[in-house]
């Protein structure tokens, strides 16, 4: 069991037109101010390996860096926490704001993918309000999906706040059943946090596992 | 799957007069249903079994045989399956355990391997048997013989099988233990109920599938046509190997399956009360949507049956104003002052008032099901009711009627006439409200 490379995953995410957040992979500090710059501040920094699981528990992410001296330390400290250990490299981030969902899939050894949705966050690790579907599925079967959890009311503008774009999420999903189905070595995927607004769904932190 | 069902001829292989053989019960079962059918035993060491003469192979009948049923020590097995494949049976039931599910995987794929050479069907091994109480075939080892009904019952479990046949008054179209499920698995067993006139509803018990796609793609199909209600054991995680992902971690094995379940239309429920409670409405009433009408002369009943269905997403839709001047105008319902529903008729209702009541219901467009709660009170007419129930659901036909007539002798009786007329009835408003569930269309 080991993480996909960045470099295969941004191809996964590519191919079936999964969108995320602007990301590049550095292991040059030099290259990788350059590139924060360019995406602009604030950024975030986080390590990419084969076999950390628990990146921010070993000190390899560091977010909402505002400016070029902040990035220094940021990236010094990542430098030290992860010295000694295998890593692909660091991924410098734009921050992107919205409501966290979490989606998934899991390849189950008799039925098949089994795709995940949930709020996410603190909601999925705590409270695991998750609705699942077997693969393949439609955008309408999404949409339920989407709604069988009692998250979606926090979703969908409860106290006045502002509704999300239920399809870009739903088309996220389907996206994610059409990648399970034709990619079969891949295990399981966790799409965690995925920012959402009433515009845009953007895959901020990706994991996947073959 | 007709030589499994309706066999004219059956060989049993092992039959036995020792007691409390497999052998004896199977070939005491069998012999019930003799006028119907050749029965044929075979043993060489035995001359005879309960005055029914053995052969020592089935290679020794001329005549044709449709079904073998295979009851001898494991390890001879294979040999007597090569002699019925010689013989082309029409297909074989392996009662014999000592396989799979004992380590003995092998020997369970040669078997496989040679039926499927000959083009035999083949159910087991280790299993009970299958049952056809209809045609008065009893191909198993189980101690009773259901009576005939219109709910199919699959087991993966014999012994569970036993019980419920024991325990339940209720009446089967077919029994199925289908045990190792080495050729025919439990989807095959699916498939063949969809076209079987005899069974309205389909109930199963079961620990794993064997493929889970081929399950989806059959209950998918199935269940369209007729409801699939289901449990399945082995619910609790056992703390998998970490999937290095949280979805990994949340897809637990039993949520994937009450997932596969769902997707497919199949109802799954968590008791073996609740499987054949609704199993039972299923066989008996048509299904509705959603919205339900409760009766009944005990106002607390009347409550606790509304937060039973608001737990479980029924709802209960407010009466009309046409419902409610109908009620007013009624000289029966007097007495009534609150016209709600639930519809309290109060203790001191006679079946008038429950005529009117339950017919004002049942004409209410957005009422699609009726609970009816009758407690016994002194002046409770329960024979009456269960009259005007019956009558009342022949001319709503479309609309089920699930009755709870709580008490023990002075409502005797009239669960009886309830059950005579096809009218389910349950001893307690949660299994009524949760059967009544089952035949709301999701």
């Known amino acids: 069991m080991e993480i996909l490379s960045f470099e295969e995953t941004k191809k996964i995410l590519l191919k079936y037109k999964l969108p995320f957040c602007r990301t590049e992979i550095f292991n040059s500090k030099e290259k990788a101010l350059v590139f924060a710059k360019q995406i602009g501040f604030p950024v975030v920094l986080k390590i990419h390996a084969q076999k950390i699981f628990h990146k921010s528990e070993i000190g390899g992410v560091k ?3 505002k400016n070029e001296e902040e990035f220094g330390v940021a990236w010094d400290e990542i430098d030290k926490n992860i010295r000694g250990k295998n890593i692909e490299g660091v991924l410098v981030q734009e921050m992107v704001s919205g409501n966290e969902i979490a989606i998934g899939m899991k390849r189950d050894s008799q039925f098949g993918p089994v795709l995940m949705f949930g709020l996410g966050g603190i909601f999925i690790e705590i409270i695991k309000d998750v609705a699942f579907r077997i693969a393949p599925i439609g955008k309408e079967e999404a ?16 106290r006045g706040k502002k509704k999300i774009d239920l399809i870009n999420v739903a088309e996220m999903i389907v996206h994610l059943s059409n990648l399970s189905i034709k990619e079969e070595n891949i295990q399981s995927i966790d799409f965690n946090p995925v920012m959402v607004t009433d515009k845009q769904a953007l895959i901020t932190d990706f994991r996947i596992i073959i | ?23 004896l019960g199977l070939a005491n079962n069998l012999l019930s249903g003799k006028d119907l059918r050749k029965i044929y035993f075979i043993n060489p060491k035995r001359k005879e079994v309960l005055g029914i003469k053995c052969f ?22 294979k040999s007597i399956v090569l002699n019925c494949c010689e013989k082309k049976v029409g297909a074989i039931i392996i009662v014999s355990s000592g396989f799979k599910e004992a380590g003995n995987a092998k020997a369970e794929e040669e078997i496989k391997e040679m039926v499927k050479k000959y083009k035999i069907l083949l159910i087991g091994p280790n299993c009970l048997g299958i049952i056809n109480p209809s045609l008065n075939l009893n191909a198993s080892f189980a101690p009773l013989t259901p009576k005939k009904g219109s709910i199919a019952f699959l087991s993966q479990s014999g012994a569970l099988l036993d019980s419920v046949i024991d325990r339940d008054k209720l009446g089967f179209s077919k029994v199925v233990s289908y045990g190792n499920e080495a050729d025919m698995d439990l989807s095959d067993f699916i498939e063949y109920l969809k076209t079987d006139k005899e069974t309205k509803v389909i109930a199963i018990y079961f620990e794993g599938v064997k493929d889970g796609h081929k399950f989806m793609r059959i209950a998918k199909e199935v269940s369209k046509i007729k409801p699939i209600v289901a449990i399945k054991s082995g619910r609790s995680d056992k703390g998998k190997a970490a999937a290095g992902t949280h979805t990994g971690t949340l897809a637990g094995d039993y949520n994937v399956y009450q997932t596969a379940m769902k997707q497919s239309g199949v109802i799954l429920v968590d008791t073996l009360e609740e499987l054949f409670d609704v199993s039972l409405a299923l066989s008996l009433s048509p299904r509705c949507e959603n919205g339900i009408g409760i009766v009944t002369n005990g106002g607390g009943l009347g409550v606790l049956t509304v937060d039973y269905c608001s737990e479980m997403g029924i709802e209960i839709p407010s009466l009309s104003k046409s419902t409610i001047s109908f009620l007013e105008k009624n000289k029966a319902m007097e007495k009534v002052v609150s016209k709600n529903n639930p519809l309290d008729v109060l203790g001191d209702a006679l079946s008038d008032r429950y005529t009117v009541a339950i017919e004002s219901l049942l004409k209410q467009d957005d009422i699609n099901g009726l609970i009816v709660i009758s407690t016994p009170q002194l002046m409770t007419e329960h024979d009456k009711n269960a009259k005007i129930i019956a009558e009342l659901r022949n001319k709503y036909p479309l609309k089920p009627i699930v009755c709870c007539f709580l008490g023990g002798q002075s409502v005797a009786l009239a669960i009886e006439y309830l059950e005579k007329n096809g009218i389910p009835n349950y001893t307690d408003t949660k299994r009524a409200v949760k059967s009544i569930k089952g035949l709301i269309k999701k």
Not at chain 1, 147 to 152: S, V
Not at chain 2, 1 to 22: H, N
Not at chain 2, 61 to 76: G, N, Q, S, Y
């Open chain 1, 63 to 65: 977010v909402n860096i």
């Open chain 2, 1 to 23: 799957m007709k030589k499994i069902f309706e066999p004219k001829s059956i060989a049993l292989i092992g039959a036995s007069d020792e007691l409390g053989t497999v052998g």
């Open chain 2, 56 to 77: 020592d192979t089935i290679l020794d009948i001329k005549e044709k045989i449709d079904l073998a049923i295979i009851a001898v020590p494991a390890k001879i097995v």
């Open chain 1, 143 to 158: 949409i339920r999906m989407i709604k069988e959890t009692k998250g979606f009311e926090i979703l969908n503008g409860a």
